[in-house]
């Protein structure tokens, strides 16, 4: 497993655990978060992502993501997830992880439905 695939899969651990402390750690301070294809940033630096994780996720009890397929090139990594929300409610999720050579995710692309 690459470096790049550790971090990433810590994250996604730490996600599964509704773990927000260890979850924020995988990211850098100047983490930026874009939505694709429109390339809006949706949040900027590691104290904004916490805030929207803890206000919009990590709240759920039944949240989870099942990766269902990862691609490893470099430094990206490209999950794609199945991520149950409430019990009822499912969403595909493909995210695009940039590492940096800290080892910390510096940018995220996630991959909206068309």
């Known amino acids: 497993m690459t470096a790049a695939e550790r971090i990433v899969q810590a994250q996604l651990d730490a996600y599964n655990a509704r773990n927000l402390e260890a979850f924020a750690a995988c990211y850098a301070e100047d983490v930026k978060v874009y939505r694709l294809p429109s390339m809006a940033l949706s949040l900027s630096g590691r104290a904004a992502l916490a805030d929207h994780y803890a206000s919009k996720r990590f709240h759920l009890?039944?949240?989870?993501?099942?990766?269902?397929?990862?691609?490893?090139?470099?430094?990206?990594?490209?999950?794609?997830?199945?991520?149950?929300?409430?019990?009822?409610?499912?969403l595909r999720a493909v995210a695009i992880y940039d590492v940096n050579a800290d080892g910390l995710i510096a940018s995220v692309w996630f991959v909206d439905e068309a």
């Open 61 to 90: 009890p039944r949240l989870h993501a099942a990766l269902l397929h990862r691609i490893v090139q470099g430094s990206r990594v490209i999950d794609h997830e199945d991520v149950t929300l409430d019990g009822e409610n499912h």
